[in-house]
T-cell receptor, first 112, second 111 residues
Framework: AQSVAQPEDQVNVAEGNPLTVKCTYS??????LFWYVQYPNRGLQFLLK??????LVKGSYGFEAEFNKSQTSFHLKKPSALVSDSALYFC??????????FGTGTRLTVIP | NAGVTQTPKFQVLKTGQSMTLQCAQD?????MYWYRQDPGMGLRLIYY???????DKGEVPNGYNVSRLNKREFSLRLESAAPSQTSVYFC??????????FGPGTRLTVL
């Protein structure tokens, strides 16, 4: 079965600094990987996905993610964090017919 | 275009009561899903429907039933609610490998 792991429950970063939210995956076959963001009392919103092609994937709100096959990682990054980026971030991998298996989430806090 | 809608937004039940959570999507997606979200556990799949007329169990189906009423609607039913079913429930739909589109969620408390 496919799975992802988010090793950090909480990430704090100063506004204006680069941010990284980590995700590692375990799959059989080619991975389809996703990042979602959840703001308080809201549903999950799609940020970006990796299906195939370039290892650096660009997504919404200035976020990007780097697919690294040798390290089985798909870390989410942003060059300059905003206070409004503070939210819960989920990594996910396709598992079965259209379903996604989600990580446990990482809470990002951007400090003004 | 409302996307994925869910009703109700909030619900409080007593142990043993039943209720149905409603979900509808207007994006003409074939696949629909029900997840529950609990602190520290991410989202766990309860049931999904790959297409109209089909439903399959996910990771945590016990205590739930679903109905894919038509292509737009996918309901989740708790026949006899238990405190362990206190959670936030999300419905989602998908056009395929492009990922999932989520509704705003239903916050359920079972006393």
């Amino acid at each position: 079965a496919q799975s992802v792991a988010q090793p950090e429950d909480q990430v704090n970063v100063a506004e204006g600094n680069p941010l990284t939210v980590k995700c590692t995956y375990s799959v059989s076959g080619n991975p389809y990987l996703f990042w979602y963001v959840q703001y308080p009392n809201r549903g999950l919103q799609f940020l970006l996905k990796y299906i195939t092609g370039d290892n650096l994937v660009k997504g919404s709100y200035g976020f990007e993610a780097e697919f690294n096959k040798s390290q089985t990682s798909f870390h989410l990054k942003k060059p300059s964090a905003l206070v409004s980026d503070s939210a819960l971030y989920f990594c996910a991998v396709r598992d079965g017919p259209g379903n996604l298996f989600f990580g446990t989430g990482t809470r990002l806090t951007v400090i003004p | 275009n409302a996307g994925v809608t869910q009703t109700p937004k909030f619900q409080v039940l007593k142990t043993g009561q039943s209720m149905t959570l409603q979900c509808a999507q207007d994006m003409n997606h074939n696949s629909m899903y029900w997840y529950r979200q609990d602190p520290g556990m991410g989202l766990r799949l309860i049931y999904y429907s790959a297409s109209e007329g089909t439903t399959d169990k996910g990771e945590v189906p016990n205590g739930y039933n679903v109905s894919r009423l038509n292509k737009r609607e996918f309901s989740l039913r708790l026949e006899s609610a238990a405190p362990s079913q206190t959670s936030v429930y999300f419905c989602a739909s998908s056009p395929g490998i492009k990922g999932l589109f989520f509704g705003p969620g239903t916050r359920l408390t079972v006393l």
